[in-house]
């Protein structure tokens, strides 16, 4: 018998998604090859559709997880096609975080797919199901970055290689982000199957506030300094040290507009 999750319709690529990804590349043929006049501008189109695409296959991750976990209803949502419109909350899953891109080059986690937990059995499967989404960044930053820790950069142009540095910031700071147990956030999801149904239920309504939590503190200069001294410690461990300003040329390029950020300190 064929369940609604595994009709082909819910599993074929959204021409949406193909949109974004054909953006990606037609950008990043662009600034390879140096053909705009201005190359902050290929940069922008090239590193935006790059980070809306992540941010596509971050909630595909969630939601195939949860499918083979035994939530068969995430095939019928739409999740499964890559089409950014057909998760819950558009605005938190892709405007806000390109948003936050733009204004200060920082990762900001999204996530708006819904899964029914109820029915889903083991503690295991919740935790993983939370943790696909943020690996998915791991993964996308290890991509960006192969070059410089394959040490095969030779003849890559200049401004292809700011390009891939900032957005390995990107995937770097959303990774970290994620993964921290806040309310709301995918770190949260790991751990709250393991915590007590006492402390779930308190912790519950503050899961609505927990992003903006995190954008709050990360105003504060000594948090936002130690939090980015971590990411360049990490890029630094994927070939990209911080005396190479490498992601700061990236992120120059991609704001072409102005060279002030309120989040990253270069």
């Excluded at 189109?45 to 790059?50: D, E, H, I, P």
Aim: aromatic share 12%; net charge neutral; charged share 10%.
């Amino acid at each position: 018998m064929t369940t609604a999750a595994t009709r082909s319709s819910d599993r074929r690529i959204s021409p949406v998604f193909l949109g974004i990804a054909a953006v990606m590349a037609v950008s990043g043929w662009a600034v390879w090859t140096d053909f705009s006049a201005n190359p902050g501008v290929a940069v922008f189109l090239f590193v935006t559709a790059a980070w809306i695409v992540s941010l596509c296959l971050h909630e595909y991750a969630h939601a195939r997880t949860a499918l083979h976990s035994g939530d068969i209803s995430i095939g019928g949502k739409g999740y499964l096609t890559l089409n950014p419109l057909k998760y819950t909350h558009a605005l938190l899953s892709i405007v806000l975080p390109v948003l936050f891109v733009i204004m200060g080059g920082i990762g900001l986690p999204g996530g708006a797919v819904f899964i029914e937990r109820n029915r889903i059995q083991g503690r295991w499967k919740h935790s993983l199901i939370s943790a696909a989404g943020p690996l998915t960044n791991v993964l996308f930053a290890l991509a960006c970055t192969a070059p410089f820790w394959l040490h095969a950069l030779d003849g890559v142009p200049a401004t292809f290689v700011y390009a891939l540095g900032f957005l390995a910031l990107l995937q770097i700071t959303a990774a970290i982000l994620n993964f921290l147990p806040v309310p709301g956030l995918d770190g949260y999801g790991v751990i709250e199957p393991w915590l007590s149904y006492k402390i779930r239920r308190q912790v519950e309504p503050f899961g609505q506030f927990g992003l903006l939590a995190v954008f709050a503190v990360l105003f504060i200069p000594s948090v936002n300094a130690g939090f980015f001294d971590l990411v360049d410690t990490v890029l630094s461990g994927l070939g990209i040290p911080s005396d190479t300003n490498i992601t700061a040329w990236g992120q120059n390029l991609y704001r072409f507009w102005t060279d002030q950020s309120p989040f990253c300190q270069p």
